[in-house]
């Protein structure tokens, strides 16, 4: 495959440590978030004039894909996923009114999309709320916009294959049958979430060349991801 491009867009969310303080929900064994820490310093007696750092955090800190498993008991693990997956066809859906807090509706993908999408498409939805990002706070989520049920049905429906966002993808409309509603639903049906998404406002192009690769975590749910688009 030939991909022909002008220049590269970095469209993942910074990891930093000075900057990260989303809340650990409950259930969750322990709080997590991300750390970074120094093992080793150039000067360290035999350190051989290295430095080593290691981190700790959760494998859905800042830009990350969330595979089935992350939602369905049982699902496709990250290294089970297949590379041409996350490097192909992408397309945007400008929704910048959606903030804050307001729905996103299959009627404004089909409005905004204008019979552009295409099975196998990647979608990102752009608002640009993670353009100002603060670590994750209480206030940034609720400010996040949700898609309806109908909305995530029509990503199903017009066969995407990965759904990113620039925003927090946790909330539900109001009468959701359940928690994570859309998320669990994406990932019954096989569509790869990518959340943490940012600087969507820098790609003009109405398609473009997405990637996204994660690592290959053995038996792992989730992974970091370094996504670029190829303009």
Not at 54 to 75: I, K, Q, T, W, Y
Not at 87 to 116: H, Y
Request: proline fraction near 5%.
């Amino acid at each position: 495959m030939t991909i022909q491009y002008e220049k590269i867009i970095d469209i993942s969310l910074e990891l930093d440590p000075k900057n990260f303080g989303m809340r650990t929900p409950a259930g969750f064994k322990k709080d997590m978030q991300f750390e970074m820490e120094v093992l080793k310093e150039h000067d360290a007696p035999g350190g051989a004039g290295q430095i080593v750092r290691g981190v700790h955090m959760r494998l859905h800190a800042g830009s990350h894909v969330d595979a089935p498993e992350h939602n369905v008991r049982g699902g496709t693990q990250i290294h089970q996923l297949p590379h041409d997956l996350f490097v192909g066809d992408a397309i945007i859906a400008d929704l910048r009114d959606k903030l804050p807090s307001k729905a996103i509706t299959e009627k404004d993908l089909e409005q905004r999309l204008d019979n552009r999408i295409r099975k196998g498409d990647r979608l990102l939805l752009r608002t640009d709320h993670n353009n100002a990002y603060d670590g994750g706070s209480e206030q940034w989520m609720k400010d996040s916009p949700y898609l309806t049920i109908g909305a995530t049905m029509w990503c199903i429906e017009k066969g995407v294959v990965i759904v990113g966002y620039d925003f927090y993808h946790g909330n539900d409309e109001p009468n959701a049958p359940r928690v994570f509603h859309n998320s669990r639903t994406l990932s019954e049906h096989g569509v790869i979430t990518m959340p943490y998404l940012k600087n969507l406002d820098r790609i003009e192009k109405g398609r473009f060349t997405l990637i996204g690769l994660p690592l290959n975590v053995i038996g792992a749910e989730a992974s970091p991801v370094r996504a670029v688009a190829l303009v």
